[in-house]
């Protein structure tokens, strides 16, 4: 089955980086539509990070990580990359890893993704 691992998560000051990596594995990685992030903060809901579309180069951000984090992937290692510089401590969350197989969706929502990851935790500290 398929099974996505988050590595990478930390405790760093505020304007240090990090990269978070997202290994996939039990299906082909050139198969899923598109993967993304996401990050929950405690008492908050679950928002998008980024996402990247196997076809087209479509790679959208949130406007609050916009110019800070840079989403990619190694289809070598079947692993999805967040490299997040000038972190903030309002970046503090757990953050998600997910996957699609769906074809033809916004893959900037949560709705859109089969697949998710156990989290990992980053928090910045002031």
């Known amino acids: 089955q398929v099974q996505l691992v988050e590595s990478g998560g930390g405790l760093v000051q505020a304007g240090g980086s990090l990269r978070l990596s997202c290994a996939a594995s039990?299906?082909?990685?050139?198969?899923?539509?598109?993967m993304g992030w996401f990050r929950q903060a405690p008492g908050k809901e679950r928002e998008f990070v980024a996402a990247m579309r196997w076809f087209g180069g479509y790679s959208p951000y949130a406007d609050s990580v916009k110019g800070r984090f840079t989403i990619s992937r190694d289809n070598a290692k079947n692993t999805l990359y967040l490299q997040m510089n000038s972190l903030k401590p309002e970046d503090t969350a757990v953050y998600y890893c997910?996957?699609?197989?769906?074809?033809?969706?916004?893959?900037?929502?949560?709705?859109?993704?089969?697949?998710w990851g156990q989290g990992t935790q980053v928090t910045v500290s002031s």
């Open positions: 039990g299906r082909s990685f050139s198969s899923y539509y598109a």
């Open positions: 997910a996957a699609t197989i769906r074809t033809g969706l916004r893959i900037d929502t949560s709705e859109t993704y089969d697949y």
